[in-house]
């Protein structure tokens, strides 16, 4: 599978983006999806993660109840909804796929850069 990431951008403190995952080359809803970010300097920190038919999400703390994670399987899409967003959450966020309810993330997108001004 090919992930494509798109929706970032510049905004101000508080605003909010949509991040889009567009998957090609196989049926998304074979996939477990998740969403990473990595900070200059910092490692890439795991954000989000959605099982295969949406049932159940997983937030990290730092972004538990501004940030939620969907998916349109028909669409064969993933989404990444940012609300109140802080300059902390300045980043590349990329997406990412596995097969297995458990494992390594076998399949990654390009980065699309999220930058919250103060």
């Known amino acids: 599978v090919q992930l494509q990431a798109s929706g970032g951008g510049l905004v101000q403190a508080g605003g909010s983006l949509r991040l889009s995952c567009a998957a090609s080359?196989?049926?998304?809803?074979?996939?477990?999806m998740a969403w990473f970010r990595q900070a200059p300097g910092q490692g890439r920190q795991h954000v989000s993660h959605i099982t295969w038919s949406g049932g159940l999400q997983y937030y990290a703390d730092s972004v538990k109840g501004r940030f939620t994670i969907s998916r349109d399987n028909a669409k064969n899409t993933v989404y990444l909804q940012m609300n109140s967003l802080k300059p902390e959450d300045t980043a590349v966020y990329y997406c990412?796929?596995?097969?297995?309810?458990?494992?390594?993330?076998?399949?990654w997108g390009q980065g699309t850069q999220v930058t919250v001004s103060s």
């Open positions: 990412a796929a596995r097969v297995a309810r458990m494992g390594l993330w076998e399949y």
């Open positions: 080359g196989d049926i998304l809803s074979r996939y477990y």
